[in-house]
């Protein structure tokens, strides 16, 4: 958990080498098996993925970040609901991020459902960077998916 930490302050201290060593040793330390007393019993290797999977984006990396995310979509353990909303929220900004609209197109309806079964601030602000990620993009390009990606990334309520 601490290298995870470590991971996202280098990220945003804008410290590529350092967040791409932390990054590495967080997702190794993900796969070990927790112990008994672990206070980080959370940091799953699904959710350390989901969290490097941020700072990769944040080093316009998003190729990177989506295989990540893809990786461990279907590994989510059951109580991380909230937590897999965020991840499947950051999987469309990635998607959207790479060019894959219609991809993007295809996200949307599970990527909300799963959002409004377990709503978030971290869920919320990454849709919102998604809207955002297609408003830029529809007025540089107007192109179908773009639209179709416009009109169905709704302001979640």
Known sequence: S???????????????QSFARSSARALDIAHV??????PAIYASPA?????????????????????????????WPAGQLRDFAVASARMLRATIMVGGYHAGV????DTLVTYLSAPSDRARRELRYCRRLVRDRARATNSLPLQTLRTRIEPPR
Request: hydrophobic share 50%.
């Open 47 to 75: 959710y350390v993925a989901a969290e490097v999977a941020l700072g990769l984006m944040m080093f316009r990396e998003a190729g990177k970040a989506l295989d990540l995310l893809r990786e461990h979509h279907g590994s």
């Open 106 to 109: 295809e996200l949307i309806p």
């Open 33 to 38: 098996e927790p112990v008994a007393d672990d």
């Open 2 to 16: 601490i290298a995870r930490q470590e991971a996202l302050a280098a990220a945003a201290n804008h410290d590529a």
